[in-house]
């Protein structure tokens, strides 16, 4: 294998595009027709995002790990976890471009270096690196 796409489906393609270009450095693979679906990347992370026509059905992980009742009452649903050279490097850009940060950067007990994100559409990325 050589890279994964993922795909959530957000509120508005174009607002989520902007996001992720602007505020995440992804860059713009292929846009469709309205639009309604788009892949953006950033290195061999791929994000496939879809706007259906009908609203409220974007399903963030965080959503399912609340209404089970999980312990951490949807703190560390992650939505997708990525592994990146440097999570400080990282943080700091996201930082400067007001990120919504949900985690502070930080040592892990499972022996990595990460912090968590939200995007507009409520999902949650963590970047992080292992310490190791």
């Known amino acids: 294998m050589k890279r994964v796409g993922i795909q959530w489906i957000v509120e508005n393609v174009e607002k989520s595009i902007a996001f992720y270009s602007t505020k995440l450095g992804f860059e713009i693979d292929w846009v469709g027709e309205g639009p309604k679906f788009a892949i953006l990347s950033r290195g061999n992370f791929y994000v496939m995002l879809r706007q259906l026509k009908e609203k409220g059905h974007a399903r963030p992980n965080r959503i399912s790990f609340i209404k089970a009742?999980?312990?951490?009452?949807?703190?560390?649903?992650?939505?997708?976890?990525?592994?990146?050279?440097?999570?400080?490097?990282?943080?700091?850009?996201?930082?400067?471009?007001?990120?919504?940060?949900?985690?502070?950067?930080?040592?892990?007990?499972?022996?990595?270096?990460?912090?968590?994100?939200?995007?507009?559409?409520?999902?949650?990325?963590c970047f992080g690196h292992s310490n190791e």
């Open 69 to 125: 009742g999980w312990h951490t009452e949807g703190q560390e649903a992650w939505d997708a976890y990525i592994w990146v050279k440097d999570a400080d490097k990282l943080y700091k850009e996201f930082i400067a471009n007001d990120v919504s940060i949900i985690k502070p950067i930080q040592n892990t007990q499972y022996g990595n270096r990460d912090f968590e994100i939200e995007d507009i559409d409520g999902y949650i990325l």
